[in-house]
């Protein structure tokens, strides 16, 4: 054999010991096996379970190997308690609770091992009255059958805090019916509640629906903020409801909370980061179906207060934002 043949072989055999080399690598990457994670979420039809299935749909469009697969709860407090005995590892969750659930304090019997991948995005709370019904100030409510959200829910915790400071107790206490939104509605149109507490993006498609074929009041609370954080901390900040929304002519103050995105503290750094990379790249098509005109950035994202930020969430904000 000649002198360029024996070149022409042995650069043949290279090439061939390359090609191989990359199909098995090529097969050890796809041989790695899927991260699933189970994203607890809220009620069927409502926001937070919007927001779970949009983001397991984009998290399996996007180029990894991570999967989420959304659970219907009961929302907030049932989130972090999934999230504390290990049958969820993503959650949503208002920020008061998720505060109570870090200090240990009720409904939670002990500190739970949660932590923060972002604040998503804030929850307006709404006092909803029928336009033509008796109450016209929270201090109305006295009394009378109140839909206050459902058990486990966020949306009840500020309830039951808001009637609290309002003075609504004891001899004053309201008939709390604990409603999910859809019973809430229900029964504000049947009658058998005289209102509804609601906590939720801006405008709630449920609400502005009920809206339209019912004329409805809707009462300002901002006057009960600063009592609310001084019992409770600065979770409860001043919103206002634009006007327009749900037909109002004018803006309207009431409390603001924020919802975040949880994450169990033993979920490993890169699927945190692999979440919130989605999250950032997508966060329009998110929060499109659960609130108009919110921005999400990463000053705001990071605000979560007394609950931690998980490690790859402080790794994705350093990498990403220095």
């Known amino acids: 054999m000649t002198e360029a043949g024996a070149s022409r072989r042995r650069l043949l055999r290279a090439a061939c010991w390359a090609g191989a080399a990359a199909v098995l690598a090529g097969c050890s990457r796809d041989s790695q096996p899927v991260r699933r994670l189970r994203f607890a979420t809220g009620p069927q039809g409502g926001p937070y379970n919007a927001f779970g299935r949009a983001l397991a749909t984009a998290v399996a469009e996007s180029a990894n190997r991570l999967r989420i697969g959304p659970v219907s709860t009961a929302a907030s407090v049932d989130n972090l308690r999934r999230l504390d005995d290990g049958s969820a590892e993503l959650a949503l969750a208002m920020a008061d609770s998720a505060q109570d659930a870090v200090r240990g304090r009720p409904p939670f019997s ?72 859809a019973e809430s509605l229900t029964s504000l149109r049947a009658g058998t509640v005289d209102a509804l507490i609601w906590s939720g993006g801006v405008p709630t498609p449920a609400l502005s629906a009920l809206a339209g074929e019912l004329p409805l009041r809707f009462l300002p609370l901002d006057g009960q903020v600063s009592e609310l954080r001084e019992r409770y901390g600065p979770v409860y900040t001043a919103v206002t409801l634009p006007a327009g929304a749900y037909g109002l002519p004018t803006p309207m103050g009431t409390i603001g909370v924020g919802n975040y995105l949880m994450v169990r503290a033993d979920v490993p ?44 969430a402080v790794a994705y904000y350093r990498s990403v934002y220095g």
């Open 269 to 312: 750094e890169a699927a945190a980061r692999e979440v919130l990379q989605v999250v950032f790249d997508q966060w329009r098509v998110l929060l499109r179906e659960v609130t108009a005109g919110a921005r999400l950035e990463p000053r705001f994202a990071i605000s979560t207060g007394e609950v931690p930020l998980h490690p790859g």
């Open 110 to 181: 002990r500190p739970a091992a949660v932590t923060a991948l972002a604040r998503i995005y804030v929850n307006y709370t709404h006092l909803v009255v029928p336009a033509d019904g008796p109450v016209r100030t929270v201090q109305d409510l006295a009394g009378r059958p109140v839909a206050v959200g459902a058990p486990g829910s966020g949306a009840q915790v500020v309830a039951s805090r808001l009637l609290r400071v309002a003075g609504l107790t004891g001899q004053r206490s309201v008939r709390e019916r604990q409603l999910g939104l």
